[in-house]
């Protein structure tokens, strides 16, 4: 099933409560919401504190992506907060393993990402267990980067192990670069600059979505 997540981080934060409204109203799919500490990658976004203020008025599932190096001692904290799907990095610091293993305990979905360079091979042992693979499209850490086609093929592999597994691509997803992606076999599209810099919104999550159907 094709999913397009829009970036809360991309979202006028100013008009936060106005366009999170807006996009409910069009039944949006999930909700992706980039966590960043400052070390793990190079800049500071949003945190818990956002996520549950967000999850009181809405219903619709949130895709937490923590770009964080220590992902297993703050799983509890966005669980609690709101979460429904905890997807952290392959490359951080924590024990994959059990990082993967408290998130299901708390009763969440578990994903794993990988950054560009990583070998999509990391994720293997864990498949059985995650709901949600996320292949970077750019280096995590800024929005509004160039997709990278040389990661494709790492979702084609993955795709002919997993039919099934949700396969999720962050970065530089627009019209054009959400048909590559979608042929090489990814169903879940992070939507930020694309979405949150054209003059309609939803107009262009359903572009998106229509885009990525016309090639299955
Ligand atoms: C990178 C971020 C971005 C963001 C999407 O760390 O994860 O990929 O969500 O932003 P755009 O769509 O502008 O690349
Ligand atoms: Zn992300």
Redesign the pocket.
């Known amino acids: 099933m094709i999913k397009i997540a829009p ?1 809360v ?2 979202m006028d934060l100013l008009a936060l409560g106005a366009q999170i409204h807006q996009l409910d109203s069009m039944g949006v799919d999930m909700y ?1 919401f ?1 966590v ?1 500490d400052g070390h793990f ?1 190079p800049n500071i976004s949003i945190g818990a504190p956002v996520v549950a203020s967000i999850k009181k008025v809405c219903n619709v599932p949130f895709d937490v ?1 923590l ?1 964080i190096s220590n992902p297993l001692q703050y799983v509890e904290d966005f669980a609690k907060s709101g979460a429904d799907i905890i997807c952290f990095h392959a490359e951080s610091d924590s024990d994959i393993g059990q990082t993967v293993d408290k998130i299901i305990s708390l009763g969440k979905k578990a994903a794993i990402a990988v950054k560009p360079g990583t070998d999509i091979d990391v994720v293997l042992p864990y498949l059985d267990k995650l709901s949600m693979v996320l292949v970077m499209t ?1 280096e ?6 160039s997709f990278m086609e040389s990661t494709m093929p790492k979702i084609e592999k993955l795709r002919k192990i997993n039919p099934d597994i949700d396969i999720e691509v ?4 627009n019209p054009e670069t959400i048909k590559i992606a979608a042929k090489a076999g990814a169903n879940v599209f ?5 979405v949150f810099k054209s003059e309609n919104p939803a107009k262009t999550i359903k572009l998106l979505k229509e885009n990525a159907l016309s090639v299955l």
Not at 140 to 145: I, Y
Not at 170 to 173: A, F, Q
Not at 190 to 194: L, R
Request: hydrophobic share 40%; net charge negative.
């Open positions: 970036s981080m991309c992706h980039d960043m990658v992506h770009m750019v995590p850490g800024f929005g509004g980067q962050d970065g530089g997803v992070v939507a930020g600059s694309a």
